[in-house]
């Protein structure tokens, strides 16, 4: 069912997790990619937020897990987020431009589904994204590709600590910082298809008809989170609301990883982060 990780490679594919809740998608993200059979490695951000049981567990599918933990610092980080507070997820986000170890990486958040290999994307450049269905000349920032440099890592720093985000977020700062994306370079503009929002049938439903079965990677953003939504134990179905009808083979799969790939292997001492989502 999944091909094993190739240690050698120097890419690998990034994503957060702030807390438990998050980290159970994370692990829903790494198992979606080894089920399309990537070559590359996988990696983890992690805040205190997450216990000890559950990075036990993330220890287990992902090559690398990354601690971070801005507050306790006592670098420039720490420092810069005394000044901005506002922006703490913001400066967490932005650690995987620490992860030198690899030569590149994709950033997928981790309300993300992989669903085709996409190992494709390590032939882009920095920084490589898909459009915002709110605002098409500005990026998504759920799947980015992007290159790790602790020189781009303190530039953003500073850029931040001086400018702020325009949305709050880490996808305002990034728009900002890397501002000639929307213009300059075609090739660093990623098909809709590597990051389709659980939006966008709102905004053109009939599009999503058309093409939503070419979808790589899909994205719940908003409230359609997959582990908010009722899931039947016994039938192993996942109820959908009538709204997001649309997503429903999308859910029900996000639920099949789940229940066979990542619940199977929760400990008894995590049963309330389960019933969180369940």
């Not at 939503?212 to 997959?226: A, D, E, M, S, Y």
């Amino acid at each position: 069912m999944s091909a094993s990780l190739s240690p050698f490679s120097e890419y690998a594919w990034v994503t957060l997790a702030t807390n438990d809740s998050y980290s159970l998608g994370a692990l829903v993200v790494a198992h979606s990619l080894k089920r399309v059979h990537t070559v590359h490695q996988m990696a983890v951000l992690i805040t205190p937020g997450v216990s000890e049981a559950m990075k036990t567990k993330l220890r287990a599918v992902f090559n690398v897990v990354e601690e971070v933990n801005l507050l306790d610092s006592k670098d420039e980080a720490n420092l810069a987020l005394l000044k901005r507070p506002e922006l703490g997820v913001t400066f967490t986000k932005l650690h995987c431009w620490r992860l030198t170890q690899f030569e590149k990486c994709v950033f997928l958040d981790a309300d993300t589904l992989v669903l085709r290999n996409c190992d494709e994307l390590f032939d882009r450049e920095e920084l490589s994204a898909a459009p915002d269905i709110g605002w098409p000349d500005c990026f998504n920032s759920g799947v980015y590709v992007y290159k790790p440099n602790l020189d781009t890592f303190s530039s953003l720093l500073q850029y931040a600590v001086t400018n702020g985000s325009f949305d709050g977020g880490d996808q305002g700062l990034l728009n900002a910082y890397f501002s000639d994306w929307a213009h300059k370079d075609i090739q660093k503009h990623l098909p809709f298809i590597y990051n389709t929002s659980s939006v966008a049938t709102y905004s053109y439903l009939p599009a999503f008809k058309q093409f939503g079965q070419n979808t790589k990677i899909l994205h719940f953003i908003g409230v359609v989170k997959p582990w908010l939504q009722k899931f039947n134990s016994e039938t192993r179905k996942v109820y959908v609301p009538s709204e997001y009808q649309h997503l429903a083979n999308f859910l029900q799969y996000w639920w099949d990883i789940f229940a066979e790939d990542v619940h199977s292997r929760l400990s008894t001492d995590m049963v309330s982060n389960e019933r969180q989502i369940s």
